[in-house]
């Protein structure tokens, strides 16, 4: 009875051992340096940045998945927020140049709220979408702080002075930072002080999606839109992806290209075009149906298309019906309107989130069949804003 016991002992003292010698946990940098803004400017309503760590500072020679990150915070005071966090390999030793690495090299890896407190602390992030890391490149991490909260002047994350540029940063307290038209950056020589957790690679092929569902919005009849869907290989050997279909009620709206022999090695990802044609006016719901020897997935994929063009006048919109949700058929390209009171005669009105200082707010009507001499009017309220208000319109 007592070997039965001390052998069970042993074996469990291996399995534990074992298990944690699977898992990694790194620090890069011991700086004190604050002001710098890097990973983000908690005193700025909006922030990105973009930090290189070398393949020597991470030191794992062999692909692992990196499963969290965290950031040492200054602790002068307490405060919650909203990130969006990217990865991506790189070949780059810092930036010699005022240019952001583009976003299509990235993969998002978290998208969610933390909080921080009023004491100095390093500040966790467990990565919804584990990163496969693969052992030999340099890595490049992304904080998009899109929240439009400001805090403190004196909310720092701590930062390591560098010889080179291995920081970009941008912060602004009225727009946030456009992904498709990035604006330059500003260069520092500080990377911000990280710790990783890594830990093996999955055996075989493992397969992983950016995305389990992809909504295309609202689409003009007789328009096709695409949107790129991410698949990676979070395992140890070849991932072959044999065939990729849609299914369901509306499935001939939707497309894929590639739709098969799609070969994705250890850590790498390959991008997929997924588009929605709207040959029907309504709303359209189908399943991109993906197989391979990783594992099968599904996503869901939704759209709606306007009808036909509006050919009734006069045509009148008070927003009275709409909740917080633009009409149906009216859009707000960069998200920037929304529906709300204060309108005036229904008391319901569209308007802008923020204080718009630069750039265009745009806001689409639906498609109109336009008369002769057609006119549009609208009541504008807070003429006290500097803006000028446009009202241009395509053929036909």
């Known amino acids: 009875m007592k070997k039965l016991f001390f052998t069970s002992l042993f074996l469990i003292f291996c399995l534990g051992f074992q298990l944690q010698a699977q898992k990694t946990n790194v620090q890069i940098g011991d700086g004190t340096e604050t002001d710098i803004h890097l990973p983000m400017a908690p005193y700025w309503s909006f922030s990105y940045s973009q930090v290189i760590y070398t393949a020597d500072e991470i030191g794992v020679s062999e692909p692992q998945q990196l499963t969290k990150i965290a950031y040492k915070y200054n602790g002068n005071d307490s ?3 909203h990130a969006k966090i990217f990865i ?10 005022t240019t952001w690495v583009g976003h299509d090299n990235l993969t998002q890896v978290y998208d969610g ?14 990565l919804s979408t584990p990163f ?4 030999t490149d340099n890595l490049i991490i992304a904080v998009w702080d899109d929240s439009d909260a400001m805090h403190g002047s004196g909310d720092h994350f701590y930062c390591t002075h560098t010889e080179s540029y291995r920081g970009l940063v941008y912060h602004n307290d009225y727009n946030s930072f456009d992904i498709d038209n990035p ?4 260069k520092e020589s500080y990377f911000a002080n990280i710790q990783m957790w890594f830990q093996e690679a999955q055996p075989g092929p493992q397969i992983l999606l950016d995305a389990d569902s992809i909504n295309f919005g609202q689409v003009v009849l007789g328009s096709v839109v695409s949107h790129n869907l991410q698949i990676s290989n979070m395992g140890s050997e070849t991932l072959e992806i044999s065939n990729i279909s849609c299914g369901g009620e509306n499935s001939a709206c939707f497309s894929c290209t590639p739709a098969s022999n799609i070969s994705i090695g250890s850590g790498q990802s390959e991008n997929i075009v997924v588009s929605y044609a709207a040959t029907e006016e309504g709303e359209h719901h189908a399943t991109l149906q993906i197989t391979s020897n990783g594992g099968n997935e599904e996503v869901a994929l939704e759209g709606s298309s306007i009808g036909t063009y509006v050919t009734t006048f006069p045509y009148h919109e008070t927003f009275i019906d709409s909740n917080q949700d633009l009409p149906f058929g009216w859009m707000s390209p960069d998200n920037l309107w929304y529906v709300g009171t204060n309108g005036q005669d229904d008391d319901r009105c569209v308007g802008v989130k923020f204080q718009h200082q630069s750039g265009d707010a745009i806001l689409v009507t639906p498609p109109f069949v336009l008369p002769n ?6 009541w504008w309220k807070n003429a006290d804003v500097a803006a000028v208000r446009v009202a241009p319109y395509d053929s036909p």
């Open 113 to 126: 709220e933390f909080s921080v407190p009023n004491e100095e602390m390093w500040v966790e992030f467990q």
């Open 79 to 81: 405060w919650s927020d």
């Open 373 to 378: 001499a057609a006119q549009i009017s609208f």
């Open 132 to 135: 496969l890391y693969n052992g």
């Open 183 to 186: 604006t330059p950056p500003i």
């Open 88 to 97: 991506g390999h790189t070949s780059l030793n810092d930036f010699t140049d």
